[in-house]
């Protein structure tokens, strides 16, 4: 009751709505499932709100069972006592656990007690609690030779080392330390030694110090991977001014203990007892504890953003179920050419080589102009990566050779491709088909059905992310996995069409049960109705209840199975049948109607007003996807490479990644730019995800190229007149610049924030666009 307590104070709803939820996930139900047909049981509770109490709950419990390890190994030392299990009992975090537990935790044969063995340990605390003893005079009493404490200096020595260890394992001088410093350190970074140029990459950060509490994700990430590089030195300084931190932390010690500076003959070698506990032991826990803060919370705000952007691209716009015609691009190797029907279904494949060396321009179109004849292609599917605009230029040709006007080209992501054509999913949907042609289907079926086709893909190789690679690979996949689960839930799924990977996703399924649910289709047609789904081998009733409602089947026998109104309310719809007279085909679709129905009429003690509510609303428009309205951008004719472009060009773009520092866009010029973050509107930009999405269609207009560097700033913001300097000319305000590496970072003096630069945002630019 505890855990059900504090989450309903963290998430700021009642005890009884965490507690059914609880219930409900402890009995196997998943959050998608619960967020749309136990409303009643939640009080509402949406899926961002249950996915938050569902990882805090796993904290949560994971601390109770550490807890209760903690209690049971001071039980058996003899050493809880009642002040101190009340302080276990109350540690609301494991970090505060730790640091209660740290004295009595076993551990390495310390120097500390080697001392305490020696017999040194009453001379320590006899010091510390009388200092106008003499600490020479008083440690010639405890000499020992046989534990090689030869002399007073040897005493000393042995009592110095038992109160540091003292000091350093007072919990709550530890915590006070920690956040004290937390505060007010400054992370310092410079270049290694003879670095310089195989770390160019790093060279905005081979000068560089800021405050951890104003380190945003991506700079810590980036200066974390210098280091693990080998390429930059990092030192956390306790404060701006270094020397005052240190006499801060030391008075903060001397305080809790009761040591002071009165002249006293123990005075001096207790403050030095307490320099040394300072240096030696706290700061380089802390240290280390900070360090690790540090991280952690850059990896969590990277995951939050990648997981965003996963959101956003996966539930992009479908085209939909029409004839499409894939066209992998490449130079040398040539393009890689597949078609696929309205389902996703391949047809045919090809290659062509329309560029150099080969240029093969004349007999490319011919063989794509019969492609599009034979089969009716009414898409081309363009992928965005090398020779990409010179392929686009194939397609308009064609398109304008044949007066193909039926014929739509778009330009589409390849991230990620490359990863499905070699993986074993690939193999196995075709084993005869060359590697390098699986690309071409999948950039064609991405174009039909992006979530469908995605899913195919390791979630973080379809790199929308930032540094992905550098973050808790465990933390990433549990992330993006949960992202990928609620959009497939969100959009629901045909049970007759979908693949084995897109079915896994479900709510309740497992890949077994996915698979068995597409041999059985195979081998017994369609299934005509959900009950049906309980003939699958494995498949009972319990993952029954979790996946019907979110399986469609179009064109069953019961027009409600292609809805989401799942199948254990289909009495409700009955009973409104009933009253109203008029038949499921009457009420489907009927808008005017059903809005004028009394939800609160057809509830029950099983089905309450939300179900009802979104009941009714399901049936305005059954199985309606919750995906936008498909739309392309259109490249501009002309500006194909960076050398096209000119300041104050206007351009149409596809987001291809947001970042917390700004928006990338495709203008189709084979490099991103960067919409900085002060340029995403005209108004002030907290978050960019506020503004823009990955996969949104924008308008920018051209700020500043940088050819040799391979980077374009953009803008989102009005075009407006420019001020006038004090000789009456322009003074436009300078523009960051793109970068995929972020901000500039800051350095000591600024007297102004410069442009972005950096070959470290130029790399990090090219490995996101390459799914990195």
């Known amino acids: 009751m505890d855990i059900i307590a504090r989450l309903a104070e963290e998430l700021g709803v009642r005890a009884q709505q965490v507690k059914a939820t609880v219930d409900l996930l402890d009995e196997g139900a998943t959050v998608p499932f619960i967020a749309r047909y136990r409303k009643e049981a939640t009080d509402g509770l949406d899926d961002g709100q249950l996915r938050t109490l569902e990882t805090r709950l796993g904290y949560l419990r994971e601390l109770e069972e550490r807890r209760g390890t903690v209690l049971d190994s001071i039980r058996e030392q003899g050493k809880l006592t009642p002040e101190l299990e009340a302080a276990l009992h109350a540690a609301d975090t494991k970090t505060l656990l730790e640091d209660l537990y740290l004295p009595y935790k076993p551990k390495r044969r310390s120097k500390a007690q080697i001392a305490r063995e020696a017999g040194l340990e009453p001379l320590a605390l006899d010091i510390l609690a009388n200092p106008d003893l003499d600490p020479e005079a008083e440690a010639a009493k405890f000499l020992n030779p046989e534990h090689g404490v030869e002399d007073a200096a040897a005493a000393l020595e042995g009592a110095r080392q038992i109160l540091m260890e003292r000091f350093a394992e007072n919990a709550a001088l530890t915590g006070e330390l920690r956040e004290k410093v937390w505060g007010e350190a400054v992370l310092v970074a410079s270049v290694a030694e003879g670095k310089e140029d195989a770390g160019a990459k790093f060279r905005d950060y081979f000068d560089y110090r800021e405050s951890l509490t104003q380190l945003p994700s991506h700079r810590i ?177 064609l398109i304008k050779r044949h007066n193909l006007v039926a014929v739509t080209k778009i330009m589409v992501s390849e991230a990620g491709a490359s990863v499905y054509s070699a993986s074993e999913l690939g193999a196995q949907e075709f084993p005869k088909l060359d590697v390098s042609l699986r690309g071409a289907v999948s950039i064609a079926r991405r174009l039909q059905d992006p979530l469908a086709e995605l899913v195919k893909i390791e979630p973080k190789a379809i790199g929308v992310g930032q540094y992905q690679h550098d973050v808790n690979q465990t933390h990433l996949a549990r992330s993006l996995d949960a992202v990928v689960e609620d959009c497939v839930n969100a959009v629901g799924v045909d049970v007759n069409t979908a693949s084995a990977s ?107 007003l939300p179900t009802v509510t979104d009941i009714l609303k399901e049936l305005e428009k059954p199985g309606r996807d919750p995906r936008p309205e498909f739309k392309t ?90 001020e006038a300097g004090a000789a009456g000319k322009p003074n436009p305000r300078p523009a960051p610049t793109a970068g995929k590496g972020g901000d500039k970072p800051r350095h000591k003096p600024r007297p102004e924030e410069p442009k972005l630069q950096g070959a470290m945002a130029d790399a990090l630019a090219r490995a996101l666009k390459r799914g990195n």
């Open 502 to 608: 897109l079915l896994r996703y479900v709510s309740g399924l497992s890949p077994t049960l996915s698979r068995n649910i597409v041999e059985f289709r195979n081998q017994n047609g369609p299934f005509k109705c959900r009950t049906d789904l309980k003939k699958v081998t494995r498949l009972g009733e319990k993952t029954f209840e979790q996946a019907a409602g979110f399986l469609r089947i179009m064109g069953g026998d019961d027009p409600l199975d292609a809805s989401a109104v799942h199948p254990e309310a289909y009495p409700v719809v009955e009973r409104l049948i009933e009253r109203t007279g008029k038949g499921i085909g009457e009420l489907i679709g009927n808008v005017e109607f059903l809005r004028s129905v009394n939800a609160e009429n057809y509830t029950d003690q099983r089905f309450g």
């Open 221 to 397: 990430l980036a200066l974390l991977r210098g280091r693990n590089e080998n390429v930059l030195n990092l030192t956390l300084k306790v404060a701006e001014d270094e020397e005052a931190g240190h006499q801060a932390a030391e008075g903060a010690i001397s305080r809790a203990f009761g040591i002071a500076d009165r002249g006293r003959p123990a005075d001096r070698w207790l403050l030095d007892t307490v320099r040394h506990a300072w240096k030696i032991k706290l700061l380089t826990r802390i240290d280390t504890d900070l360090r690790q803060r540090l991280k952690e919370a850059a990896e969590e705000e990277a995951i939050r953003v990648f997981a965003k952007n996963l959101k956003d691209l996966l539930l992009a716009a479908p085209a939909g179920p029409r004839v499409t015609l894939g066209l992998d691009p490449g130079l040398r190797t040539g393009v890689k050419v597949a078609v696929v029907d309205k389902t996703g279904k391949l047809l045919e494949t090809t290659t062509i080589y329309p560029h150099v060396p080969k240029n093969q321009w004349d007999e490319a179109i011919a063989t794509l102009a019969a492609l599009v004849a034979k089969h009716r292609v009414s898409l081309i599917a363009i992928g965005n990566g090398t020779a990409s605009r010179e392929t686009d230029q194939l397609a308009a040709d």
């Open 633 to 722: 951008a259109r490249f501009m004719d002309g500006v194909d490479k960076l050398e096209d472009l000119k300041p104050g060009l206007t351009l149409e773009g596809v987001v291809t990644n947001v970042t917390n520092f700004g928006a990338f866009v495709d203008i189709g010029v084979h490099q991103d730019g960067l919409v900085h973050i002060s340029h995403l509107a005209d108004k002030f930009v907290k978050d960019p995800a506020e503004v823009v999405k990955t996969g949104a269609v924008v308008k920018v207009r051209v700020l500043e190229v940088d050819v040799a560097r391979k980077r374009i700033s953009l803008t989102m913001k009005s075009e407006a007149k420019p």
